[in-house]
């Protein structure tokens, strides 16, 4: 997977393809301010975030941030093609940010281009 050296992207495919655990957490940064709505920044992220779990299709994600901004951030993936089963929500404290716990479910390899 070709993704930008130090992105979120890159942090988490590395920590799928090293087998370290079965659930990691990141921050997910791109809402606009305090309100439901990504920047178009973090439309991208999203978009990014969306395939790296379509190319590891046993990984499940735990969402958690500010309900109305990561309710948006669960259905742009779903939209993307992340079954919302493979997604759980989880409202907490804290505007702006969203904390994603992925979890491996299996030792399988990321899908590639060449899979």
Same mark, same amino acid.
Do not use: N
């Given at each position: 997977?070709?993704?930008?050296?130090?992105?979120?992207?890159?942090?988490?495919?590395?920590?799928?393809?090293?087998?370290?655990?079965?659930?990691?957490?990141?921050?997910?940064?791109?809402?606009?301010?305090?309100?439901?709505?990504?920047?178009?920044?973090?439309?991208?992220?999203?978009?990014?975030?969306?395939?790296?779990?379509?190319?590891?299709?046993?990984?499940?994600?735990?969402?958690?941030?500010?309900? @109305?901004?990561?309710?948006?951030? +669960?259905? *742009?993936?779903?939209? /993307? $093609?992340?079954? !919302?089963?493979? #997604?759980?929500?989880?409202? @907490?404290?804290?505007?702006?940010? +969203?904390? *994603?716990?992925?979890? /491996? $479910?299996?030792? !399988?390899?990321? #899908?590639?281009?060449?899979?």
């Amino acid at each position: 997977m070709a993704a930008a050296s130090g992105s979120l992207t890159r942090e988490m495919a590395d920590w799928l393809a090293s087998r370290d655990g079965q659930s990691e957490t990141f921050t997910f940064h791109g809402f606009d301010e305090d309100r439901p709505k990504l920047t178009s920044i973090g439309l991208g992220r999203a978009a990014d975030l969306a395939t790296v779990l379509r190319a590891a299709p046993a990984a499940t994600i735990e969402i958690a941030g500010d309900e @109305a901004q990561i309710s948006l951030l +669960a259905h *742009l993936l779903e939209d /993307r $093609g992340v079954a !919302s089963e493979r #997604m759980k929500v989880v409202p @907490a404290a804290g505007i702006g940010t +969203a904390m *994603l716990t992925l979890h /491996r $479910g299996s030792m !399988s390899p990321l #899908m590639t281009a060449k899979s």
